[in-house]
Nanobody, 125 residues
Framework: QVQLVESGGGLVQAGDSLRLSCAASGRTFSMYAMGWFRQAPGKEREFVAAISGSGGRIYYADSVKGRFTISRDNAKNTVYLHMNSLKPEDTAVYYC??????????????????WGQGTQVTVSS
């Protein structure tokens, strides 16, 4: 069982930055691919970014490429999402997810076995 706890969300203005953190339980964190997804009101959950267990392979959604950066610190069992140049359309609940079966990063939500409770990000115009 892997427990994921997100933090760092909040209310910001357009153009501001935020850093989300996701702390994971377990001793084999470096073996898990990690992903960030988001869900806006009335919309389906969508992929944001993913990182392989070693951190060597990273994927981004086109909508965040160049503005968001995913990273991980395996010594701290934590994955981060640095969000710059935030836009109102980035407003959503952000979830981190873990794929305990593979260290290979994936943009597919069905690959992920464990999910955090989510953290709200609201960007005002």
């Amino acid at each position: 069982q892997v427990q994921l706890v997100e933090s760092g969300g909040g209310l910001v203005q357009a153009g501001d930055s935020l850093r989300l953190s996701c702390a994971a339980s377990g001793r084999t964190f470096s073996m898990y691919a990690m992903g960030w997804f988001r869900q806006a009101p009335g919309k389906e959950r969508e992929f944001v970014a993913a990182i392989s267990g070693s951190g060597g392979r990273i994927y981004y959604a086109d909508s965040v490429k160049g503005r968001f950066t995913i990273s991980r610190d395996n010594a701290k069992n934590t994955v981060y999402l640095h969000m710059n140049s935030l836009k109102p359309e980035d407003t959503a609940v952000y979830y981190c997810a873990a794929d305990k079966n593979s260290p290979a990063a994936s943009a597919s939500a069905i690959r992920y076995d464990y999910w955090g409770q989510g953290t709200q990000v609201t960007v005002s115009s």
